[in-house]
């Protein structure tokens, strides 16, 4: 019997391998990404002050709208058959779980790192204390994968459409993204993030907590 932890890089390799075939959140998603950014200076104008104002914000709501496209595109990815056969090899949910937040955590982060260096270079925003988006980052990338994740689980127990997830997601993530917004606009003023910080935290937690334990139950539903 594999351990919970070999279960877990099992579960992250499949769906890095799945992903590597695919190419959809580096090839699609990404492209599309950086478009949207580059789409808002051309309907605003090239007012520097102000982009340089709503820069951070609007990174933060492409990161929700387009983490959201990876976990509905996720959801799809894996068939009824696929759910069989990994319940049959007798894998446990809570290790599939944590192995496919980690995976989609590490998708996330990467389409953040390609997002915000657009952004950073057609804003113009200010990275002074640029360490902390080593927390930052994969902290929103967790949580929203997260409650990718979650959400896509619970829509397939009900047996509705993978377009649900998005309308999941986006009231659920709120106060992760308003902890990101808030933190790179007090990275800007020289405040202290380590409120917002422990906000995102939490909020990681709670859907870590609520996956782990939701996952068996939502399983046995599909």
Not at 157 to 168: F, G, Q, R
Not at 174 to 189: G, I, Y
């Given at each position: 019997?594999?351990?919970?932890?070999?279960?877990?890089?099992?579960?992250?390799?499949?769906?890095?391998?799945?992903?590597?075939?695919?190419?959809?959140?580096?090839?699609?998603?990404?492209?599309?990404?950086?478009?949207?950014?580059?789409?808002?200076?051309?309907?605003v104008?090239?007012?520097?002050?102000?982009?340089?104002?709503?820069?951070?914000?609007?990174?933060?709501i492409?990161?929700?709208?387009?983490?959201?496209?990876?976990?509905?595109?996720?959801?799809?990815?894996?068939?009824?058959?696929?759910?069989?056969?990994?319940?049959?090899?007798?894998?446990?949910?809570?290790?599939?779980?944590?192995?496919?937040?980690?995976?989609?955590?590490?998708?996330l982060?990467?389409?953040?790192?390609v997002?915000?260096i657009?952004?950073?270079?057609?804003?113009?925003?200010?990275?002074?204390?640029?360490?902390?988006?080593?927390?930052?980052?994969?902290?929103?990338?967790?949580?929203?994968?997260?409650?990718?994740?979650?959400?896509?689980?619970?829509?397939i127990?009900?047996?509705?459409?993978?377009?649900?997830?998005?309308?999941?997601v986006?009231?659920?993530?709120?106060?992760?993204?308003?902890?990101?917004?808030?933190?790179?606009?007090?990275?800007?003023?020289?405040?202290?993030?380590?409120?917002w910080?422990?906000l995102?935290?939490?909020?990681?937690?709670?859907?870590?907590?609520?996956?782990?334990?939701?996952?068996?139950?939502?399983?046995?539903?599909?």
């Open positions: 019997m594999m351990s919970f932890w070999d279960q877990v890089r099992a579960a992250v390799k499949r769906d890095l391998l799945r992903e590597r075939r695919a190419g959809e959140v580096f090839w699609i998603t990404m492209p599309f990404g950086s478009v949207a950014l580059l789409l808002i200076p051309i309907a104008g090239t007012d520097l002050p102000l982009l340089r104002r709503i820069g951070p914000g609007i990174f933060w492409v990161v929700l709208f387009f983490g959201a496209l990876i976990a509905v595109r996720r959801t799809g990815a894996e068939t009824p058959a696929q759910r069989d056969l990994v319940a049959l090899l007798g894998i446990d949910p809570a290790a599939s779980f944590t192995g496919r937040v980690m995976a989609g955590g590490l998708l982060s990467g389409f953040q790192v997002a915000g657009v952004a950073v270079l057609l804003y113009d925003i200010e990275l002074d204390s640029w360490p902390w988006l080593f927390l930052i980052v994969p902290l929103t990338a967790v949580g929203l994968a997260g409650l990718g994740i979650v959400a896509g689980a619970i829509t127990s009900l047996n509705a459409s993978p377009a649900l997830v998005p309308l999941l986006a009231p659920l993530s709120v106060p992760l993204v308003v902890a990101a917004t808030e933190s790179t606009d007090v990275l800007s003023t020289g405040g202290s993030i380590l409120p910080l422990l995102m935290i939490v909020v990681d937690l709670v859907l870590a907590v609520t996956g782990v334990l939701t996952a068996r139950p939502l399983q046995e539903t599909q």
